[in-house]
């Protein structure tokens, strides 16, 4: 298991952030003036990203349990979990596994996998000659790509000093930790989670922007097999609203992540009676 590179800012609820492909940890300082008083938000750099290795044994698994042991070291027993794209996939992996550690979830342009093996090992097979023509190429040829996909349209738009440091934390990557990541913890290595939803028994909630038409029908796919789900679309985003609309991102999160549950059975005293 590798140790994760991590920054912690903010002071109340415990909140994991977990950044998308190509992020770093520091991916969400632009939330600080919405978040930083109303949680204790702890940010790791995922494997391959960042300060973070990403060692030949890394797997999706692997992750999970690195992730774990970096709640544990920080005394973190039960977190509320958000997560961008890879990062909302690693989040929904980690309420599976663990659902007794995370409070609440919150789900950015996530997905459950791929339901087929085949379309499996289709992906592993096409993220794998992506990661090696990153090796090949470089991290910028290949950042100039990925910012050129459809996906990320709602991104070029952005403020200039938004979409610089974006751009800067891309290319700062290594080619060979970057490529790594790909490979352990693409869609194509991602275990399947569709058949698991329906046991999921943590509060979530789904992400999307308007505009990204593709995962906004894959959160709808989800809603219907979660018990406990909540959904909200955002009006002219697209791939990553918490980059687009921050604002109403992080109110959206606030609202859900502190609106109060009821987390033991109530008795009869104060269901009240109509005797």
């Given amino acids: 298991m590798i140790e994760l590179a991590h920054e912690r800012w903010g002071a109340g609820s415990p909140l994991l952030l977990l950044h998308g492909f190509t992020g770093t940890r520091h991916a969400?300082?632009?939330?600080?003036?919405?978040?930083?008083?109303?949680?204790?938000?702890?940010?790791?750099?995922?494997?391959?990203?960042?300060?973070s290795p990403c060692d030949p044994d890394v797997t999706f698994e692997a992750t999970l349990v690195s992730l774990l042991r970096l709640l544990d070291s920080l005394g973190s027993e039960r977190i509320d979990v958000a997560g961008y794209s890879l990062g909302a996939r690693v989040a929904l992996g980690l309420a599976l596994r663990a659902p007794d550690r995370v409070r609440r979830l919150v789900l950015e342009s996530g997905s459950p996998g791929l339901r087929r093996r085949r379309d499996r090992l289709d992906r592993r097979r096409s993220d794998g000659e992506l990661a090696a023509s990153i090796e090949r190429d470089g991290v910028e040829a290949f950042v100039d790509r990925w910012e050129a996909l459809p996906l990320f349209e709602?991104?070029?738009?952005?403020?200039?000093?938004?979409?610089?440091?974006?751009?800067?934390?891309?290319?700062?990557?290594?080619?060979?930790a970057l490529a790594g990541s790909l490979r352990a913890l693409s869609l194509g290595a991602q275990p399947n989670y569709w058949s698991r939803l329906w046991n999921l028994r943590t509060p979530t909630l789904l992400l999307t922007g308007a505009r990204d038409s593709k995962f906004t029908a894959t959160a709808r796919a989800m809603a219907a097999e979660l018990p406990l789900v909540w959904g909200h679309?955002?009006?002219?985003?697209?791939?990553?609203?918490?980059?687009?609309?921050?604002?109403?991102?992080?109110?959206?999160?606030?609202?859900?992540?502190?609106?109060?549950?009821?987390?033991?059975?109530?008795?009869?005293s104060e269901l009240g009676s109509n005797a």
């Fill in 233 to 268: 679309v955002f009006p002219g985003a697209g791939h990553a609203p918490h980059l687009e609309v921050p604002e109403a991102y992080a109110r959206e999160l606030q609202g859900f992540l502190s609106a109060p549950w009821i987390e033991r059975p109530l008795v009869d």
């Fill in 28 to 51: 969400w300082d632009h939330l600080q003036p919405w978040l930083g008083s109303r949680f204790a938000v702890l940010a790791p750099d995922l494997p391959g990203h960042g300060e």
């Fill in 154 to 176: 709602g991104l070029r738009s952005l403020p200039a000093p938004l979409l610089d440091s974006l751009r800067e934390r891309r290319r700062s990557h290594r080619p060979q």
